[in-house]
């Protein structure tokens, strides 16, 4: 293997599938039997999810709610997805723990960093909930921060593109996906890899970033392996 610690940041809207809101079970199905797969392999593997298929924080904001509140509520709506990802998890007979920012110990453990590393020594899938426990701030920085306090070998981006393109492939055709690029062109050029503070801490820490496509089978296995299935995100890499 490429990578023998890693972290997989899903955002909500990955769980619905088709479905206008909510959770598809057949997709968090899929994506459970793919992560067995990884664990087989003998990688260790940390989950950051999002929620916004279910309560987009920002969107709230926006519409005139408090923005704190917003956020919060945003964050419970991750510890729902991380349950169920767990479901679907431990019915693939993946042992998994779900570690939340935000104590609910009736349904979840508290986050501790020496807590969630022991998990993943000893091969659990470790699945980060409530965010980083702080308004204001994205499940996409919470990936970021997760995998620096783990010392994660890299950052899993799972996305419904296959890569980072210098414009919206799905309105230009002419749109052209890079291969590499560095932290610094990805900041500059404000490409919408992940949040900026995110992309800083990757940056901080030396922590590559690996963009990609969820929707096609075997691509978290093949992106284990180090086989080029999207956009790589690094300090060494040039923009290409």
């Known amino acids: 293997m490429t990578y023998q610690r890693v972290l997989l940041k899903l955002s909500g809207e990955a769980l619905m599938g088709d479905l206008g809101y909510g959770i598809d079970p057949k997709v968090v199905a899929d994506i459970a039997q793919e992560v067995a797969e990884v664990v087989q392999l003998g990688v260790q ?24 509140t917003a956020d919060y509520i945003g ?10 990802l767990q479901d679907a998890l431990e019915r693939s007979n993946v042992p998994t723990r779900v ?3 935000i104590a609910m110990q009736e349904v979840a453990e508290t986050y501790i960093r020496r807590r969630a590393i022991r998990h993943l020594e000893k091969g659990r899938v470790v699945i980060f909930g409530a965010g980083s426990g702080n308004p204001f701030f994205t499940t996409d920085t919470t990936a970021a921060l997760r995998a620096a306090e783990i010392d994660a070998e890299v950052v899993f981006k799972a996305t419904k593109v ?18 590499t690029l560095s932290y610094s062109h ?13 992309i800083a801490l990757c940056k901080d820490n030396n ?7 969820l929707s096609v089978p075997g691509n978290i296995v093949r992106a284990i392996k180090g086989e080029p299935v999207g956009t790589l995100v690094g ?5 290409s």
Do not use: W
Not at 162 to 179: I, K, L, S
């Open 162 to 179: 296959d890569g980072v393109y210098d414009a919206d492939p799905t309105t230009n055709p002419q749109a052209r996906r890079f291969e």
């Open 99 to 101: 570690l939340t920012a």
């Open 186 to 198: 990805v900041l500059t050029h404000d490409l919408k890899v992940m949040d900026s503070t995110a």
């Open 45 to 68: 593997l940390a989950i950051v999810v999002g929620g916004g298929n279910i309560f987009r924080g920002v969107k709230a904001s926006a519409a005139g709610m408090d923005r704190a």
């Open 207 to 213: 922590i590559p970033i690996m963009v990609f496509d």
């Open 235 to 239: 300090g060494s890499c040039a923009v």
């Open 75 to 84: 964050m419970i709506a991750t510890v729902m997805n991380a349950m169920t």
